[in-house]
């Protein structure tokens, strides 16, 4: 694909001479093939074959009129840029050659306001390489890496490497990622850098862009309703939740869970490959989790000799351990028919439990003794929601046809989240269940039925059905623990939508999920 130009570049050059064959920066660069253009900086992206040297380059020519004076000024500024970053050296980023400006290595006829050369990267374009089907996710998990270290070392140098555009990167022969085609815009931030970089993760996993100002070769990623991105899973069902997450996470601006920085991404991005490389390992040894997400396999066991030898330990030390208990009971038994009630091991007879609740978690206050405390309102009898559905800032939803189980008053029948592999909010803030209610109710008390112990959840009021999540208010919050777990209101709250969040997992060996069984809402009177 180097050797010929792109068919599905879908652009014309402008600017004059700008064609293949014709000559640039005082003859010295002949074009050799187009490769695309940045229309927000009016960047067009070329091979080029320098003469003196006698080596294939990278251009990107910046292409205006010289009256004009902001294209000037922003073709100044674009250069200066790029100068500074001649000293930056990395293998996610293609070496700056030379800067060539106005009346220094071109002149006003060629319709040139500036020109960036750079060292030529052999490989293939990133158009090209989603035009058929998207990348494997863990592939673009590791590509994304390469190229998010380069970032992180370009800010730490104060530097903005301006990847914001999908046509000025190409997937080296070695499989890698790279900056070919240096510039950035006048007025690009450390930001938009990190914004890229979630952009080139949903690229490689979709084969959309989702970023303004791409280029029409490419589909722009599509929108829900709400204004907030589909997230790549929605689109590819093969995806894995940590990676579309993290990709619409890093793209987005609002919200509390976004990733801002690149070091942030370079982490997630570390966590997300390790946990589908050990998904990838556990099935092609033919072990797969259910959907409760236990593990099995038919795959005959390996025979060890080591291993036999531990479980014959085992058995023996439980026989000897049985035949100890079974001797003890033979003595209670006798001991219990002897006249002397003092002879054998004394028994002790367990007073009967009490049938009161157990006592409240940290979350709520200790029932009263008598009456209503002080400043607390009495409870009427339960109202049942409209609806209940998952609540998914992040876009993609756990269990969803399950989320009417915990409305439907049977605590037998639950709804549980997905299986992590990382605790919230490391992939994502959380996730929760929002309900609402025919008329506004004056909420005094919501009462957990069959949660797991550990979660952590957060009780908040919310205006809508489709809520930001920093629009929400928190009302309470609540370690679950034992059959029953209440989140008791200091002060009742009328509202007509609610939300359970889970903020933190229950952790179980390593993997993380939430089940419930039922939610019960209690007006205050």
């Known amino acids: 694909m180097d050797e010929k130009r792109s068919e599905h570049v879908g652009v014309r050059a402008r600017g004059g001479s700008l064609a293949p064959g014709s000559v640039v920066g005082d003859g010295r660069y002949r074009l050799l093939a187009q490769f695309g253009i940045d229309e927000r900086a009016g960047a067009h992206l070329w091979r080029a074959r320098d003469g003196q040297l006698r080596r294939d380059v990278a251009l990107t020519l910046l292409v205006g009129d010289p009256a004009d004076a902001e294209s000037a000024r922003m073709a100044r500024r674009t250069l200066e840029r790029a100068a500074h970053a001649a000293k930056f050296t990395h293998e996610g980023v293609a070496r700056v050659l030379d800067v060539l400006s106005l009346g220094n290595g071109i002149t006003s006829s060629e319709g040139l306001l500036g020109v960036v050369v750079t060292e030529w990267t052999k490989g293939t374009d990133l158009i090209d390489l989603v035009a ?72 490689l996993l979709t084969g959309r862009w989702a970023l303004p100002g791409g280029p029409a070769a490419i589909p722009a990623a599509p929108h ?15 995806v894995p939740a940590e990676l579309s997450s993290l990709a619409v996470r890093t793209i987005e ?166 299986q992590y592999r990382q605790q919230f909010p490391t992939i994502k803030q959380g996730v929760g269940i929002i309900v609402n209610f025919d008329n506004p109710i004056n909420l005094g008390k919501v009462t957990i039925d069959g949660g797991s112990a550990g979660t952590v959840v957060e009780l908040r009021a919310a205006d809508s059905k489709e809520p930001p999540l920093s629009s929400t208010r928190v009302l309470g919050t609540a370690t679950l623990n034992g059959p029953t777990t209440d989140i008791t209101l200091p002060q009742p709250q009328q509202g007509e939508y609610f939300v359970l969040w889970i903020s933190q997992l229950t952790n179980s060996s390593g993997k993380y999920q939430s089940q419930m069984g039922e939610l019960t809402f209690l007006p205050a009177q």
């Open 132 to 203: 058929e089907h998207p990348v494997a996710p863990l592939t673009a998990a590791r590509m994304v890496q390469k190229l998010a270290g380069a970032v992180e070392r370009a800010h730490h140098a104060g530097l903005v490497l301006g990847l914001d555009h999908p046509q000025r990167l190409r997937l080296t022969t070695d499989g890698t990622l790279r900056l070919a085609f240096p510039g950035p815009l006048p007025d690009a931030t450390l930001r938009d850098d990190v914004k890229a970089i979630g952009a080139v993760l949903y690229l």
């Open 224 to 238: 829900a309703p709400n204004g907030r991105l589909v997230p790549p899973r929605s689109l590819v069902p093969s």
């Open 253 to 418: 601006d609002g919200g509390h869970g976004g990733i801002r920085t690149s070091a942030a991404i370079l982490q997630a991005l570390e966590l997300a490959a390790e946990a589908e490389e050990r998904t990838q390992l556990i099935n092609a040894s033919g072990v797969k989790p259910d959907d409760d997400g236990t593990i099995w396999t038919t795959k005959k066991p390996v025979k060890d000799k080591a291993r036999r030898r531990k479980l014959a330990l085992g058995v023996t030390v439980l026989v000897v351990a049985a035949v100890a208990i079974l001797a003890w009971l033979g003595m209670l038994a006798i001991s219990f028919f002897q006249d002397s009630p003092t002879a054998g091991p004394p028994i002790n007879v367990a007073q009967p439990t009490s049938t009161a609740a157990p006592p409240p978690t940290s979350s709520e206050a200790p029932p009263p003794t008598s009456g209503s405390p002080s400043g607390q309102a009495q409870l009427g009898a339960p109202v049942k929601p409209a609806s209940a559905s998952v609540y998914n800032p992040d876009g993609d939803g756990d269990n969803t046809s399950r989320a009417k189980n915990l409305i439907d008053g049977d605590p037998g029948t639950t709804w549980r989240t997905d």
